[in-house]
């Protein structure tokens, strides 16, 4: 039997999915909850400080924002409003609090529960022998945590995970620990994100990044938009799409579900988008089956290539292929060698559909193609990236203005908390930069991943876990594996800003490190501090806190990590942690030497908007081995799904942030006081003999023989694609076996999981 916080919701109430997004009821839901959570002045002070040139980087996704000039005065959408005020709440957690509640208590508890209880004001420890955490001084509690990686056989027996809302300093600083203490156990929420996507461009085009910048977007002429849901979890991308709308652009959107803000949407900032029908984003909607956007871009290159044979000269950008690409003739000719009948069952649409999709890539010049969870969760998710990459050479959509390729990436500096080092297999160049500036040899081993850190503890080789940021229990595959392989640890420590299921399911030892948020300002020895992010399109700006910190223990991340790299490392590689921890410029000096890209950081960082670091794509310069980019051939993995069975993806909520739900209301979907619901095609529904609103358990399909069962979720008719099936995070993680992955990124498959629907007991 699953704990309480797993028992069926009462009947959540279900209408009609919403056509459009944003709008009025937007600007109205952001003020609730703000309000919610705190007071009218601290409200107002962190919405109209954030994403302003000096002001605080919204917390929220990694969205880029408008040069300085264009900006609004209230330059954020509804939901970034939410994440910020969810951090600026007013409510507190104190030592009473964990007298209260045991651990065992608050494991019962929900996830919205415990988000709901406030921040977290100083350090707390849970002893081996005790069910309650407990205060302790920092000094304690950072030695106690030093102790036990000193104590380690080896190095490698730590793991330190970062979750992407941690500042560059931040993270400069605790790859640079990792390493000078001997371990490039580096995993991180990428790992579980789009590091499909960073394999595959780094293989394709020598670069991990996208390669367009706000502007491309507005003057492309036509824009795919590949698995994601802008509406809810990059609602300013909407904005940006109505621009390029505005200035001509078609846009199709691609996906098994009709998103509210792909069909249309209502800008708040404009009086006509409050009270008008809005603008209509997509002027085409391809409803694909789950996972098959590698058939459907294979189609699309096929039709490509055939247009040519038909008009000779006309369709490729053949000096474009010549000079700047490699392997053409092998991927054309296994182009033309799939089957039709193979990429229709693949992708559900009709050939017409795809021909028409076809023929707007041929009226276009400027074709941008975005993506997110939808192409990058899956089994063949690096090579679906990799036949985008075919699409965009074939037509020289790379590297010129308008054009490109835009993974849409997630939390707000997860791209920088990559380039600042945090990644268990960082190429030489950087480690041997780091050797040079700091004087010690970095290990050389690749270390672990996300699901290779779980194996990790598993199997006991792994005893020290240190979370910096995120809810690593929550946000990894397969709960009941990963529960009982943190469990095993010795040590678990996090640095978090509100309690999470992370604290409750720990290792023998447990830490929380309470830490500032990005609304809070910073003071350190040299005065107030800044901070610095990188956004989706490689835009690096300052973030300046603005609130009187939620309590006055609270330590920065830089100040934690700094005080315990200090103490572990007893003056091992000579790194002034205490001057780092006093002036964070100092930091950035170091960045500037180390890091491509980052030359006089210090003074470039601070003019408005701040700086774009180069893409080499867009220099024409592609840094892969052949010094080309590369055409490849690629083939799709379809799970089996047996008869009776369905695909389920696992998706965000409107009202989450990953693994917290602000509230239990998906509001764009229609769905109202309850997360465990499965979202089924009403066919399917009919198929499978089951009812509107019937309780059901969805139950796993692996050949490992292990059953995965998530008990309890409504059955929703909902109009997604016929065989595909939708439920949200965290609460469905329990059915991601650890071992379904990506091929070479090593990603959990998030979204392709085959599960059949079980009528639950005494229903
Ligand atoms: N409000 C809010 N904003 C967020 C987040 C949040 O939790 N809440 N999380 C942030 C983070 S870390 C990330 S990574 C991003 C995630 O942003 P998204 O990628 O938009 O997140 P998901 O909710 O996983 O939605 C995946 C989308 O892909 C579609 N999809 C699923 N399977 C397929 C498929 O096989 N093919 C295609 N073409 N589409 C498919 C789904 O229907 C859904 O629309 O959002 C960021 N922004
Ligand atoms: N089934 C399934 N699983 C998924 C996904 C999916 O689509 N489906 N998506 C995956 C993706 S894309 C991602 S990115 C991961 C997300 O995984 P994570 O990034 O690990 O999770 P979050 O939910 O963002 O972490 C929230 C916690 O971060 C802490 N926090 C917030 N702000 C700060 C801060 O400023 N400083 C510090 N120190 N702590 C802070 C708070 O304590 C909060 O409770 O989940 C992944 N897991
Ligand atoms: S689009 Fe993303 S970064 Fe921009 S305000 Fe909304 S949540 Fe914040
Ligand atoms: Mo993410």
Redesign the pocket.
């Known amino acids: 039997m699953r704990p309480s916080h797993e028992q069926p919701d009462e009947r959540p109430t279900v209408t009609k999915p919403k056509e459009w997004a944003a709008g009025l009821p937007g600007v109205a839901h952001a003020l609730e909850y703000s309000l919610g959570q705190t007071s009218v002045p601290r409200t107002a002070t962190t919405l109209l400080a954030i994403n302003q040139p000096d002001g605080i980087d919204c ?1 929220g996704c990694a969205w880029a924002d408008p040069t300085p000039g264009h900006r609004h005065r209230n330059e954020y959408c509804e939901n970034g409003a939410k994440h910020i005020n969810d ?1 600026a709440t007013s409510r507190r957690i104190t030592s009473d609090f964990f007298r209260q509640y045991s651990v065992t208590d608050l494991n019962r508890q929900s996830d919205l529960w ?2 709901q209880q406030g921040r ?1 004001t100083e350090p707390m420890v849970k002893r081996p022998d005790s069910d309650h955490y407990e205060p302790i001084s920092w000094p304690e509690a950072l030695g106690l945590l030093a102790g036990e990686l000193k104590a380690l056989d080896s190095p490698d027996e730590a793991a330190f ?1 970062t ?5 560059n300093e ?1 993270a400069f600083v605790l790859q640079l620990f990792a390493r000078a203490f001997g371990t490039n156990n580096l995993p ?3 790992n ?3 590091e499909s996507s960073g394999f595959a461009l780094s293989e394709t085009l020598g670069t991990g990044k996208g390669t367009v910048s706000l502007e491309d977007i507005h003057h492309a002429d036509l824009i795919f938009l590949v698995g994601q849901n802008p509406g809810s979890n990059h609602p300013r991308q909407l904005s940006a799409l109505e621009e390029a709308k505005n200035n001509g652009a078609r846009i199709i959107a691609v996906n098994p579900l009709p998103e509210a803000g792909l069909l249309r949407f209502k800008n708040p900032q404009k009086p006509r988008g409050i009270a008008g029908r809005g603008v209509r984003i997509a002027d085409r909607f391809l409803q694909i089956r789950s996972g098959g956007d590698l058939a459907l871009f294979q189609g699309l290159n096929r039709l490509l290539l055939e247009a040519e044979d038909a008009r000779p000269g006309t369709v490729l950008d053949h000096d474009f292929i010549r000079s700047n690409t490699s392997g053409f003739e092998e991927f054309s000719q296994h182009a033309r060698t799939i089957a039709w009948e193979d990429i229709l069952a693949a992708t559900g649409l009709t050939r017409t559909e795809i021909e028409q999709a076809g023929d707007d890539v041929l009226r276009s010049e400027r074709v941008i193609v975005c993506w ?2 939808g192409v ?2 899956h089994r063949h998710a690096v090579p679906t990236v990799r036949e985008i990459v075919n699409f965009l050479l074939l037509r020289g959509n790379l590297g010129k203005p308008g054009a490109g390729a835009c993974p849409v990436r ?2 707000s500096n ?1 791209q920088g908390d990559r380039t600042m080092g945090i990644w268990e297999r960082m190429p030489d160049n950087f480690l041997d930069s780091l050797q040079e500036e700091f004087g010690f040899e970095p290990p050389r081993a690749h270390g672990v991943d996300a699901v290779n850190a779980i194996r990790g503890m598993r199997d006991g080789h792994i005893k020290v876990f240190v ?6 229990v ?4 397969d709960s009941d594996a990963t529960e009982d392989a943190i469990r095993r640890c010795s040590l678990t420590a ?7 299921r ?2 409750t399911v720990c290792g023998r030892t447990a830490l929380i ?6 609304t809070e300002r910073d003071i350190q020895a040299t005065g107030e501090q800044f901070v610095t992010v990188e956004d989706s399109m490689s835009e690096v700006h300052t973030s300046q806190g603005r609130l009187e910190p939620a309590s006055r223990t609270l330590l920065s ?1 830089v100040a934690i990590l700094c005080r315990l790299a200090r103490l572990t490392l007893d003056g091992k590689a000579n790194i002034p942690w205490d001057q780092f921890e006093g002036d964070y410029g100092l930091i950035r000096d170091r960045i500037s030497r180390v890091i491509a890209g980052f030359q006089h950081f210090n003074r470039r960082v601070v003019r408005p908007g701040g700086i774009r670091l180069p893409n080499p794509v867009n220099e024409g310069v592609f840094p892969t081995p052949a010094g080309k980019a590369l055409f490849t051939r690629n083939a799709w993995q379809m799970p089996e799904v047996p008869e009776g069975h369905l695909v389920l ?4 909520s409107h009202d ?5 739900p602000y509230t239990d209301n998906d509001r764009y979907r229609g769905i109202h006081g309850g997360r465990r619901v499965v979202l089924v095609n009403p066919a399917d529904l009919a198929r499978l003999a089951l009812e509107e609103g019937q309780l059901v358990d969805l139950v796993g399909v692996w050949g490992d023989g292990v059953e995965r069962r998530a008990e309890g979720f409504r059955t929703v008719p909902y109009p997604t694609a016929v065989g595909c099936a939708a439920a949200y ?2 609460e ?2 329990v ?2 076996p650890l071992d379904s992955v990506a091929e070479t990124s090593n990603q ?1 498959t ?2 392709g999981i085959v599960v059949r629907l079980e009528p639950a007991a005494g229903e």
């Open positions: 917390p951090e415990l988000n977290l995970y979750s992407g809302r941690v500042s931040a991180d929420c990428s579980l994100c789009h997110a969870m990058t969760q997630g939390h997860v979370g910096v940021a995120g809810n690593f929550r946000a990894a595959p996090h640095i978090s800003t509100k309690l999470n992370s604290h490190l309470p830490a500032l948020g990005r991340e993806q696992t998706l965000r989450q942030w990953n693994t917290i995070y965290p469905t993680n059915l991601l959990p998030a979204k």
